[in-house]
Nanobody, 126 residues
Framework: QMQLEESGGGTVQPGGSLRLSCVVP???????MGWFRQAPGTEREGVAAIDSEDTGRSRYAESVKGRFTITKDNAKNTLYLEMNNLRPEDAALYYC???????????????????WGQGTQVTVSS
């Protein structure tokens, strides 16, 4: 069972920025990958996802479009989520997820993913 490892969470003020990282053991190539988040009392929500083929094809939740950017560095086996202009409603536990194989159309549906990390906490508070 592959275990992903997230890092980069923390506490920021509204309007601040954070960059989350997720290391994939072995290789990030040929994995469709995504970021999800879950706040207390809510269901896990897809935030951003990226395809497996380095085309740059990505998908975002409406609530984060224009503020968050997902990228993948296969040379470093690492997935990133750049988060700008953070809002209090962005506060949650953020998870990295991976689905092995070729995927051209990244998914924001949690059940589509096979491997998960333990999560990294993002707090947005003044």
């Amino acid at each position: 069972q592959m275990q992903l490892e997230e890092s980069g969470g923390g506490t920021v003020q509204p309007g601040g920025s954070l960059r989350l990282s997720c290391v994939v053991p072995g290789s990030a190539y040929r994995f469709c990958m995504g970021w999800f988040r879950q706040a207390p009392g809510t269901e896990r929500e897809g935030v951003a996802a990226i395809d497996s083929e380095d085309t740059g094809r990505s998908r975002y939740a409406e609530s984060v479009k224009g503020r968050f950017t997902i990228t993948k560095d296969n040379a470093k086996n690492t997935l990133y989520l750049e988060m700008n202009n953070l809002r209090p409603e962005d506060a949650a536990l953020y998870y990295c997820a991976a689905k092995p194989g070729i995927c051209w159309f990244p998914s924001l549906v949690a059940s589509d993913y096979t491997y998960w990390g333990q999560g990294t906490q993002v707090t947005v508070s003044s």
